[in-house]
């Protein structure tokens, strides 16, 4: 454990940072429009220091509180207050501590499922998603092979009985389309459109 202590979960090629720094005021201070605070972006001192991938997240803070964004969206004022990236005060509970039984029924019932792993995630490598895969017996209909976007090798896939596609994303992290969103468009619609990834 010693040896993966420093090693950034979501994406292990990343850097370890902080959660989220700078905070939102820091970067930006007093509110301005949207096309002053990313023409703030362009310069080149205000990007240096933005080194790790949660120091981009503060960027969601002022795009979703900004009014004119809100307006956009239709979100009534006052139905709803300063918006907060993953939520992380909503109290809830965890009931489901497993989804394997969930998906077997589904399954069983003919329903189709694509289930994806970035291949760079520490947090829930897919090497634990295939074994969940595996839990279930499923024949293997189609065994691996790349799937292409761009003529450039975007992972590697595996198709089972009971309509079930299992994909990882290559260079991608836990959340595969923040980090390769082409490739995951790709992937989604070919497979919305029944055509082989």
Known sequence: MQLLKRIN?????EPKCKRFSPRPHQLFGQRRSLDEKFHELNNPQQLSALKCRTDWYVHSYHWADDCQ?????????????????????????????SSIPYHASLSSKGYRSLLYSGDHDKGVPFQSTQAWIKSLNYSIVDDWRPWVVHNQVAGYTRSYSNW?????????GHTAPEYKPRECLAMLRRWMSYQPL
Do not use: D
């Open 9 to 13: 979960k979501p994406h292990i090629l």
């Open 164 to 172: 079930m596609t299992f994909t990882t994303v290559k260079g991608a």
């Open 69 to 97: 964004v809100r307006e956009a969206l239709n979100i009534r004022k006052g139905t709803i207050g300063k918006w907060e990236r993953c939520a992380s005060n909503l109290q809830y509970q965890k009931t489901v501590m």
